[in-house]
Structures are given as structure tokens and as C-alpha cells.
């Protein structure tokens, strides 16, 4: 994944970057400069993070190294090495330790995937992987393993998309995935919605992303005009897992955001150590709401290599979900859900398993 991301950002922009900001020291860079500008050397980071004394502990890993945002990183508390969000983002040597039933593809998309970038596993839905580039390295992440290169879907492919489609009337809505499909220009995310909303079938188009998060820049008002604009139902998912990631800047841009008609919904996955507690849990859905975003999906993690030291029993799961249904309102819980390898739907978890009520 790191290649793909010097395909479309040239590298040069790192030292624009550099220039422009010793020079007019308080211009905001633009969010195509905080996306090539991200911190890929764990070093820098916790330099920044004022936590080189723990550099002893480093890992790097091969493929999917570290790479955080800027303003994800200013999201981070100084001094504080089991900071949630640093957590998701630092590699730890634990990701090498091999642990039964934790294997590289865990929901075998590749039986989901009749063309190159798109996923048809849900009936009235498909999934569009419009590029492999993310603006962050989650760990966690159950594609980390994933050839994107070899699946994200070339101009050509666009015919066969639609073809596609067309073929199955069943589908009413797309959704544009990755990687993150606004980590792309807006002239190819723009591109994408054309050629979507000229098939009549389809009324819902739906963007799964991380980016209001980690960069709340690139919700700039070019995005929300031309996506308030279409003619279909616009859903923005976004993936927040803990409410320190929904700082004041980020809050606004999401505010923004649903300010043009936007349904701005969240995901989560439950994550040990990063958000695996009540207060967490109530914080997160809590700010979500003050953003206009309301909880959707909490995932169970899945069961990618690398990432089994993120994972916690289901039975905490079920108390914590319990826990989550007495203190919050009903439309502040999200649906407690596990991915299934070739179910017809996101599985909810049985939250009466090993409980007498
Ligand atoms: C999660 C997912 C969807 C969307 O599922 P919803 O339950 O509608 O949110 C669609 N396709 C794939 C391949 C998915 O993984
Ligand atoms: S942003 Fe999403 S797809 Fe990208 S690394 Fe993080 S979890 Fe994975």
C-alpha cells in the first residue's frame, strides 16, 4: 500500500510542503499536502510524541509500515505511550507472533469479487475498492494483506462495472470503498459518482471512509457541494473508534458536513486496550452525536493475522454491549456485528449467549 500512495502523490509535494510552511508559517496545508506529508517513521513519531525513551521497543514491519496524518498525530496525548489512538497506528512486534485461527484474508473476499475492485456479497449492494491508498495504517486493519494493486478498478474496468450492475437489478446502491475513496482526487471521486448515478437503478451511493477523521480538511466545501448535488441518497460512513479522534476541528467539519444534507453515519471495531471499555464506548457515541454522526456498526475484530492482540473474548463483548444498552439511549448504540465469511448479511452478534437473562 505505501507504493500505491507515491503513484498519486508525487513525492515532490513533501518538499512544497516544507517551503510553503517555513515560509507563511500560518497557512493551513491544503489536505493534498497533509495526505503526502503523513509521518511513515516511527522515530519522528515518537519524537513528537515526546516518548523517545521507548524507542528500545520499536518494530518495523515489511509491508505494511506505520503512516499517520499530522492532525491525527496532534489528536495524540503527549508522554503517553498506551495513548488509544497511537495504538492503532504504532507497529508492534506482537503482529509477528503467528496465533492459530488469525489468517490473512479472513472474510475470503475473493469469492465476492466477479471483477477486478468490485465486491458483490450482499444482495441489493456492491462494494467499489476505487483505490488501495489510505491515509493511515490502521494495525488492526482486516486488509492489510490485500493486493490492492492487482484490485482496484482501471478505466476500462468502468464498462464492466456498469455492465455489471445493469446485469443485477437487485442492486440499488454502491458502495465506494478502498483503501479510502477520499484519499483520490475529487476529479476521479467525481468521475466515480457520474458514471453511478447515470444507472437509474441505483439511488443510494455510499462512501466508507476514514479520512473526515484523520484528515477533517478534506471535507472541503468542493466534496460536500458536488456530493449534496447528486441524485441519489449521499450516506457518508465514517470510521471512528475513539471519541479523542473527534476533536474540535473535527467536530466542525463533520457539523459541516451535515449541514448539506449528508447522512453521516459511524463504524467502529472493538479494539482491546484501545476502546474496549464502557466510559470508552459512551465517550465515542456521546461526540459522535454532538458531530451529527450517528453510531452504526460496532465489529467484533476480524480475525486478520498480526492483529490478534487487538482482539478480546466475545463474552466481554456481550457484557460490554449490556453495559452499552443501559447507559445510552437506543439511537446511541451502535449494532453490535461480526463479519461472516459468505453470509448474506453483516452477522449480529447473539448477545444472550452465556447469560441467564
Ligand atoms: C459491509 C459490507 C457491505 C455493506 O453492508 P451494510 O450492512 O449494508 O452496511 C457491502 N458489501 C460488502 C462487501 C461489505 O463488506
Ligand atoms: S483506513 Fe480503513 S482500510 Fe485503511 S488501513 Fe485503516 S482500517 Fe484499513
Redesign the pocket.
Known amino acids: 500500500m505505501p507504493q500505491l500512495m507515491i503513484n498519486h502523490l508525487p513525492p515532490q509535494k513533501n518538499l512544497q510542503m516544507i517551503a510553503t510552511v517555513s515560509e507563511e508559517a500560518d497557512t493551513t496545508p491544503s489536505w493534498q499536502q497533509q495526505l503526502a506529508d503523513v509521518v511513515t517513521d516511527s522515530d519522528e513519531l515518537l519524537q513528537m510524541l515526546e516518548l523517545s525513551a521507548v524507542k528500545a521497543s520499536l518494530y518495523l514491519p515489511k509491508g505494511f509500515g506505520l503512516r499517520v496524518p499530522r492532525s491525527f498525530v496532534r489528536k495524540m496525548q503527549k508522554g503517553n505511550i498506551n495513548d488509544p489512538l497511537l495504538r492503532q497506528v504504532l507497529p508492534n512486534v506482537q503482529e509477528t507472533t503467528a496465533v492459530s485461527g488469525y489468517v490473512p484474508d479472513p472474510l475470503l473476499e475473493h469469492a ?1 469479487n466477479p471483477i477486478s475492485g468490485l ?1 458483490h ?2 444482495q441489493s ?1 456492491v ?1 467499489l475498492t476505487v483505490t488501495g491508498a489510505c491515509a493511515i495504517h490502521c494495525r488492526y486493519c482486516f486488509r492489510q494483506h490485500f493486493d490492492y494493486q492487482a484490485n482496484v478498478p482501471k478505466q476500462a474496468q468502468l464498462l464492466a462495472i456498469q455492465h455489471y450492475i445493469t446485469a443485477h437489478p437487485d442492486i440499488n446502491e454502491v ?1 465506494l470503498s478502498g483503501g479510502d475513496p477520499l484519499s483520490v482526487s475529487n476529479r476521479r471521486l467525481f468521475g466515480w459518482l457520474d458514471a453511478l448515478e447515470a444507472l437509474p437503478q441505483i439511488s443510494t451511493i455510499r462512501l466508507h471512509t476514514r479520512l473526515p477523521v484523520v484528515i477533517p480538511d478534506r471535507l472541503e466545501a468542493a466534496l460536500l457541494t458536488r456530493l449534496a448535488a447528486s441524485r441519489c441518497q449521499i450516506v457518508m460512513v465514517i470510521h471512528s473508534n475513539h471519541a479523542n479522534e473527534i476533536d474540535t476541528q473535527t467536530l466542525q467539519a463533520l457539523r459541516e458536513a451535515s449541514s448539506y444534507g449528508l447522512l453521516l453515519l459511524n463504524q467502529a471495531v472493538l479494539l482491546k486496550a484501545v476502546n474496549n471499555t464502557l466510559a470508552a464506548q459512551m465517550a465515542l457515541s456521546q461526540r459522535l452525536f454532538a458531530a451529527q454522526v450517528m453510531p452504526y ?1 460496532l465489529h467484533l475484530l476480524d480475525k486478520v493475522a498480526g492483529a490478534a492482540h487487538f482482539d478480546i473474548h466475545q463474552q466481554e463483548a456481550i457484557e460490554l454491549y449490556w453495559q452499552l444498552l443501559k447507559h445510552l439511549p437506543g439511537y446511541l448504540v451502535p449494532k453490535l456485528v461480526q ?1 461472516v465469511p459468505s453470509h448474506p ?2 452477522m449480529p452478534v447473539d448477545i444472550f449467549q452465556g447469560r441467564s437473562s
Do not use: C, Q, S, V
Request: glycine share 0%; aromatic share 28%.
Open positions: 465476492h465486491l456479497k450482499y449492494r462494494l458502495i456498526y463479519e448479511f453483516k
